[in-house]
């Protein structure tokens, strides 16, 4: 076994990803704590270093002193091919010591087209890919993250799932892991863990499957195993652990600056979002928590930029009096403040006036979908008024750039409603030429974008199938013919990667069988264009006697068993079912904030309010 040298280094792309030793990177002796833990990215390092749950983890873990937890990134293949070559194990960045040495092997599962890296990187470690292959002197395997929420394509690879929010579950089981090291097996700890609650122990539970494919039974091996999974959520985050050192890396990433989480959950209940399910309740962080963690994380890490994070940014509730404060506090120093993409029925050209006067940008809106049908379908809850009514506000107060963000492939969608983004891409042109020369800035140009709707768990749409790839070009081609403009550029996915997306997102363990096939047959870096290999993929599914289109194109009764379905997010899936008929009514779900819409979050998780001042009706009642 040889570890990485300078001669290596000089001959990658970007040496900066493999070096560790950053500012505010954690530094520990190693003989003294007795817990290793490698957080790993299944991702390239300028990706994995912009995720802020990661940060927050690596931040909760080292401020245990009998914890060590260090930092691992997917290899880009030019690092790889020189670390195979050479015999050098995948490593940590912080000691250079190879991951099989850890006691925990951790892994964020954001995107599924990144599972072939997550058996990659086990394979560059020495680890065997299957858990039913490890032993006891094999690092545990732990996976967490939004795609944890279908943990079955990867049950033979993950030894533990942390099902919702990690900060308070990581304590729990390392706690449990410490108090039992060295004393029982691997299989005993396991058994132990599966009562911690959020933790789902995939090899102490069977499936059964009828004769039409579809899931007969799902039950736990044991009598002391829990039939349900419920997610942890923290809350009060005004009291959670969040970083307050944040590390800065040498090279650029892909959001190189300070992430500032305002809150967490989303009111909106829009159908196709499964973060605005998972995610509930609502919790905000209140604005002086706010003022003092920027202070300390621009003080601590130089960063002259703050991104203020959440699903929905703008419904933060005090989010003027925020950024108004933010802009004050640090106008000195020049700080800018950035937000993600604004709801048009939220936009303020007072509150994005503000943010621009230290940096200028384009303006991104979401309205979703082309038609007003479409928007009430997917419970938008914004209309064409309101986007009409914020470009114009917009090219008045001097924008000339705008993008405008969509999906196709939704459920119940037409072709009409589909033609209807090339039409509202024209109307946004006509506001802006409405407006005199003289008070509207040159250059207009207007970006639409669209990519392909993947049906996803714990959502109204889980059921629903996904467009079969003919009709998405055929949508494509719809929006492509009508989009006729010279302001208006038209940007858009017809990409095979959605389909791999649907049957992995809804996939059941037969799933994994195909996972571990394609990768052995070359698959990694699914989710970038110049390494996915779709022929190699549908060679893996004729191998293991495995039909894709079973997955992603099949639509579910409300009655079948969905391999999710023992995991408990505190909603109940009757109000999952009365969203997807209300959609097929093109019927609105008003905002939470407007009134509570029963979706069992505030009574299942006994908390009486999903959001700061509002009281469930369930709980009113006294039900």
Request: glycine content about 6%.
């Amino acid at each position: 076994m040889n570890r990485v040298s300078d001669d290596i280094l000089y001959r990658v792309e970007k040496p900066a990803r493999y070096i560790g030793g950053e500012l505010n990177s954690a530094v520990k002796d190693i003989p003294s704590v007795g817990i290793r833990f490698a957080m790993c990215y299944p991702d390239v390092y300028e990706v994995g270093m912009s995720h802020l749950g990661t940060k927050i983890l690596y931040h909760v873990m080292n401020k245990r002193e009998d914890t060590y937890c260090e930092r691992c990134f997917a290899p880009w293949p030019d690092m790889e091919k020189l670390m195979r070559e050479n015999d050098i194990p995948l490593y940590a960045l912080e000691s250079k010591d190879p991951l099989s040495v850890f006691d925990f092997v951790g892994f964020t599962l954001q995107y599924e087209m990144s599972y072939t890296n997550i058996l990659n990187m086990l394979n560059m470690s020495g680890i065997p890919i299957r858990a039913s292959l490890r032993n006891d002197g094999d690092p545990l395997v732990i996976f967490g993250g939004p795609c944890a929420y279908n943990p079955e394509p990867l049950y033979d690879i993950a030894d533990i799932f942390q099902i919702g929010e990690g900060e308070e579950a990581v304590n729990d089981i390392l706690d449990l892991y410490r108090e039992l090291k060295g004393k029982i097996s691997r299989k005993e700890f396991l058994r132990r863990v599966s009562k911690i609650k959020g933790v789902y122990v995939p090899s102490l539970y069977k499936v059964e499957y009828n004769e039409d494919g579809t899931i007969k039974e799902f039950s736990p091996e044991y009598e002391d195993v829990p039939r349900k999974v419920t997610k942890r959520f923290i809350k009060d985050i005004n009291e959670s652990e969040y970083p307050e050192d944040l590390i800065v890396p040498y090279t650029e990433i892909v959001h190189d600056r300070i992430m500032l989480e305002t809150f967490r959950g989303c009111t909106r209940g829009c159908r196709f979002c499964q973060a605005g399910m998972i995610y509930r309740p609502v919790r905000e962080k209140r604005v002086p928590k706010l003022m003092e963690q920027a202070e300390t994380l621009l003080k601590n890490t130089g960063y002259e930029e703050l991104s203020l994070t959440s699903l929905s940014i703008c419904d933060y509730s005090d989010i003027q009096h925020l950024v108004f404060s933010l802009m004050e506090k640090h106008k000195e120093e020049k700080v800018s403040v950035s937000l993600p993409s604004i709801r048009i029925d939220s936009f303020s050209v007072d509150l994005i006036k503000e943010i621009q006067k230290v940096k200028k940008t384009g303006l991104t809106f979401a309205p979703e979908a082309g038609s007003q049908r479409m928007r009430d379908i997917i419970n938008k809850g914004v209309t064409e008024e309101n986007l009409i009514t914020s470009v114009q506000n917009a090219f008045e107060a001097g924008w000339s750039t705008i993008k405008l963000y969509f999906m196709i492939g939704l459920p119940y969608e037409t072709l009409n409603d589909v033609k209807g983004i090339a039409e509202l891409g024209e109307k946004v042109v006509d506001v802006y030429y409405s407006i005199p020369k003289e008070k509207r800035n040159k250059g207009l140009k207007v970006t639409l974008s669209t990519s392909i709707f993947v049906p996803k768990p714990f959502t109204p749409f889980q059921w629903a199938p996904q467009d079969t790839m003919e009709t998405v070009r055929q949508k494509i081609g719809t929006v492509r013919d009508n989009v006729k403009s010279r302001s208006l550029t038209y940007n858009w996915h017809e990409s095979l990667v959605s389909y791999l997306e649907a049957v992995i997102a809804r996939g059941d363990r037969r799933v994994c069988d195909v996972l571990v096939r394609a990768y052995e047959k070359g698959a990694k870096f699914d989710g970038w264009s110049e390494y996915f290999k779709y022929d190699l993929w549908m060679e893996a599914f004729k191998e293991c006697g495995v039909d894709g289109d079973f997955y992603a194109y099949r639509e579910r009764s409300y009655s079948e068993i969905l391999p999710w379905d023992f995991i408990d997010i505190g909603i109940d899936k009757e109000f999952l079912i009365r969203e997807n008929e209300r959609a097929r009514n093109a019927e609105l779900t008003p905002d939470c904030r407007l009134g509570c819409k029963l979706c069992g979050i505030n009574v299942n998780f006994k908390e009486g309010k999903c959001f700061e001042g509002a009281v469930c009706d369930k709980v009113q009642q006294g039900k």
